[in-house]
T-cell receptor, first 114, second 109 residues
Framework: ETGVTQSPTHLIKTRGQQVTLRCSSQSGHNTVSWYQQALGQGPQFIFQYYREEENGRGNFPPRFSGLQFPNYSSELNVNALELDDSALYLC?????????????FGPGTRLLVL | AQKVTQAQTEISVVEKEDVTLDCVYE???????LFWYKQPPSGELVFLIR??????QNEISGRYSWNFQKSTSSFNFTITASQVVDSAVYFC??????FGTGTRLKVLA
């Protein structure tokens, strides 16, 4: 196990609702990245937080937002949910911010939007 | 554009066979890192290797080996004497956050 935890494990929402996913990083890690993985696809980078600041963002609309807290845990918020948001959301922690360090992934949150 | 291509969608082998998973990447950066991750059915990605673009030496770790060729922008992964427990989806990633679409490996007993 990597020591990265995510909650909840599964979630069902309806279109238009808002959702918050949580991630606790591995002890000592100051960087958290979030990914969306649709069925049968590779993880798609949403954004990264380094020392509480957004440090990079993939091709996702502004309704995907995040936070990182002083203890380096993180939240992913998605507003106005769409059916295509149904996916596995993965959180990964690492040490070093913009440096391409090894990421350690959590088990993910499976989101189903109906 | 930066991207990773894993052309093999699914591979099936019989236990104890050797198998190579291909990874081709595109980047204009001169320095970068390449990664391989394993995703078992549980869903959690497991780190396998991180390689600096300056280091073109092949690497071996037990039954796993990696062949990095900068000239062809490839970073292939070979499993020797495959086992059923190797069954998973394997992802190649560029710079840590640019993933390929993965190769599903099925090892049959």
């Amino acid at each position: 196990e990597t020591g990265v935890t995510q909650s909840p494990t599964h979630l069902i929402k309806t279109r238009g609702q808002q959702v918050t996913l949580r991630c606790s990083s591995q002890s000592g890690h100051n960087t958290v990245s979030w990914y969306q993985q649709a069925l049968g696809q590779g993880p798609q980078f949403i954004f990264q937080y380094y020392r509480e600041e957004e440090n990079g963002r993939g091709n996702f609309p502004p309704r995907f937002s995040g936070l990182q807290f002083p203890n380096y845990s993180s939240e992913l918020n998605v507003n106005a949910l769409e059916l295509d948001d149904s996916a596995l959301y993965l959180c990964a922690s690492s040490l070093g911010g913009p440096i391409q360090e090894t990421q350690y992934f959590g088990p993910g949150t499976r989101l189903l939007v109906l | 554009a930066q991207k990773v291509t894993q052309a093999q969608t699914e591979i099936s082998v019989v236990e104890k066979e050797d198998v190579t998973l291909d990874c081709v990447y595109e980047t204009r950066d001169t320095t970068y890192y390449l990664f391989w991750y394993k995703q078992p059915p549980s869903g959690e990605l497991v780190f396998l290797i991180r390689r600096n673009s300056f280091d073109e030496q092949n690497e071996i770790s037990g039954r796993y080996s990696w062949n990095f060729q900068k000239s062809t922008s490839s970073f292939n992964f070979t499993i020797t004497a495959s086992q059923v427990v190797d069954s998973a989806v394997y992802f190649c990633a560029l710079k840590g956050h640019i993933f390929g679409t993965g190769t599903r490996l099925k090892v049959l007993a």
